[in-house]
């Protein structure tokens, strides 16, 4: 399917929102669970989250949901995760993709590291403009947001159920994951450049001297970076 | 009992020309990061095992390839497993400051290529797979993470290519 009829699927409300919930869970979600989320009913769910798959923007599979297997445990329940495929429309046609790999592949054959961090942490500088720098992590994950990396709380202790940690550990041992990474396809091809590009860029955005830090802790499916409450403003 | 599971792993050399001696002060945020990159390497899904000079906690000692060159030799179950340690892992932080304590190399710096499992590669080994990658290009005995073979491409390539031939 091309690009523009998978982005055009995205047009009914209701398929959107479905969509959205699917992918700000970074997990696999069932018809019920979407359904109760978008606020429509059971078979209305399933129709659209099958037609978002059949337009390649979400994955489906089947999942035992009860986490029983063997007789006895019922018949497997659809799944869904958004595709990994990217998907981009530009009217008139551009390629900035195709200029960002062979800049980033000059810059990393002429070892231009310094010189691209330095451009990203003027940007970033540039974006938040005169405001002090990032004030907390909330305010942290609406910039985060805003730019495509969506963002999430999570435990510093690195589990996953982040609201209930939040309760339980305090503010200060909680950090801010991103689930997307806004250069991937360049990240992936030179991951030191583009990747130091990245958390250059956060630094400028955030700032360097307030209260809250972005820093390098790579794993994998994730964005590079994670942004944590500076130490020197835990009370 | 992974280690039944893949026929053949990946082997991987890197090089990197020193900018100063390890004991200089500039080099200490460096060293600082072998212990626990090397404690994550060894902890990582699909690593297999690492050259470390006997009596040592690593091989940055090692000098086989030039006096101010440290290598690093390792061996992974799969690709995805090398990679994720390699970029996803606190090593991209030292790969992110590569910079600054390393000479940026016009040739090739790492090679892949696949080994029997169980097969643990010597130095001269590695060096020869390097030699051959800058000399003669990716091929499926000797490539990189852009120009990746599978090891069935591998078999293929050393049935029709008799060993010995460039």
């Not at chain 1, 990994?84 to 062979?102: I, K």
């Not at chain 1, 907390?136 to 982040?162: N, T, V």
């Not at chain 1, 806004?182 to 400028?204: I, K, Y």
């Not at chain 2, 006096?67 to 061996?75: A, F, M, Q, R």
Request: with cysteine; charged share 25%.
């Amino acid at each position: 399917m091309e690009d523009i009829d998978a982005i055009a699927a995205l047009q009914d409300p209701v398929r959107r929102r479905l969509y959205e919930y699917v992918v700000a869970q970074g997990r696999e979600v069932g018809r019920n669970e979407a359904a109760e989320a978008a606020g429509v009913a059971r078979t209305l769910a399933a129709h659209h989250l099958d037609r978002l798959t059949e337009a390649g923007l979400l994955e489906s599979g089947s999942r035992r949901l009860t986490g029983r297997s063997g007789p006895g445990a019922g018949r497997p329940a659809k799944v869904y995760t958004r595709a990994r495929a990217e998907r981009a429309v530009s009217l008139p046609a551009r390629d900035y993709r195709t200029a960002a790999e062979l800049l980033a592949e000059a810059a990393e054959q002429a070892g231009l590291d310094a010189g691209l961090c330095a451009a990203a942490r003027r940007r970033g500088e540039a974006l938040r403009g005169a405001a002090a720098p990032c004030g907390g992590l909330e305010e942290a994950m609406a910039m985060l947001a805003a730019r495509g990396y969506e963002p999430h709380l999570e435990s510093a202790a690195g589990i996953q159920d982040a609201e209930g940690a939040k309760e339980t550990a305090g503010e200060a041992a909680v950090v801010v994951r991103m689930r997307n990474c806004p250069f991937h396809a360049v990240a992936e091809r030179f991951p030191p450049l583009v990747c130091g590009m990245n958390l250059a860029l956060l630094e400028g955005l955030l700032g360097t001297d307030g209260p809250v830090r972005a820093r390098m802790d790579a794993r994998p499916g994730e964005c590079c970076v994670v942004v944590e409450n500076s130490k020197n403003n835990i009370d | 009992m992974t280690a039944s599971v893949h026929a053949a792993h990946l082997a991987q050399l890197n090089v990197a020309t020193l900018l100063y001696p390890l004991d200089d002060p500039r080099m200490a945020p460096f060293v600082e990061m072998l212990d626990p990159v090397h404690a994550a390497a060894d902890g990582a899904p699909g690593f297999v095992w690492r050259l470390v000079e006997e009596g040592a906690a690593d091989a940055t000692a090692l000098r086989p390839a030039g006096e101010d060159v440290i290598v690093n030799l390792t061996v992974w179950e799969t690709p995805e497993a090398l990679w994720d340690f390699t970029y996803r892992s606190g090593h991209l932080e030292a790969m992110r400051r590569r910079r600054e304590w390393f000479e940026r190399h016009v040739e090739a710096h790492l090679v892949l290529w696949w080994v029997p499992a169980g097969h643990l590669p010597t130095v001269d080994e590695a060096l020869e797979r390097l030699a051959d990658l800058r000399a003669n290009g990716p091929s499926p005995r000797a490539f990189t993470f852009a120009s990746s073979y599978t090891a069935a491409e591998a078999a293929q390539h050393l049935r029709t290519v008799p060993q010995g031939q460039p």
